[in-house]
C-alpha cells in the first residue's frame, strides 16, 4: 500500500495562493493516479482535481478550473495542488487520495484506495 500526508494547508485573503503537497511512501509512487478532494463542515467530500500516473492526464472540477493546477514529481514522490485566485468558498480541509489503477483520473471518491489525514485551507473575505 502507499502512505500519504499532505502539507501547504493555511489561512490566506481572498484572493491569495496557496501550494499543498501531498508525499507519498511506500510502494512505487508511479504506479498510482492520484486526486485531491475537499471537505467543508457540515458538507460532503467533494472532487477538486486529479492526474494520471505520468502527470499528462488531469481533470478538474468545475469550481477550480482555471484557478487550480496539479502536477506531481514522481522523482520526489509527490503530487501538487496550487491554488489560486482563492475563495471563501474553497475554505475546507483538502485530502489527498490515490488510486492503483495509474490511469484512473475520476471524481468518485469511493473509488479511491488510501487518504491522507487532511490539510486545512481556510481563506477570509
Known amino acids: 500500500q502507499v502512505h500519504v500526508v499532505e502539507s501547504g494547508g493555511g489561512l490566506v485573503q481572498a484572493g491569495g495562493s496557496l501550494r499543498l503537497s501531498c508525499a507519498a511512501s511506500g510502494r512505487t509512487f508511479s504506479n498510482y493516479a492520484m486526486g485531491w478532494f475537499r471537505q467543508a463542515p457540515g458538507k460532503e467530500r467533494d472532487f477538486v482535481a486529479a492526474?494520471?500516473?505520468?502527470?499528462?492526464?488531469?481533470y478538474y472540477a468545475d469550481s477550480v478550473k482555471g484557478r487550480f493546477t496539479i502536477s506531481r514529481d514522481n522523482a520526489k514522490n509527490t503530487v501538487y495542488l496550487q491554488m489560486n485566485s482563492l475563495k471563501p468558498e474553497d475554505t475546507a480541509v483538502y485530502y489527498c487520495a490515490a488510486n492503483k489503477n495509474p490511469s484512473y483520473t475520476g471524481r468518485y471518491y469511493n473509488l479511491y484506495d488510501y487518504w491522507g489525514q487532511g490539510t486545512q485551507v481556510t481563506v477570509s473575505s
Open positions: 492526474i494520471n500516473w505520468s502527470g499528462r492526464n488531469t
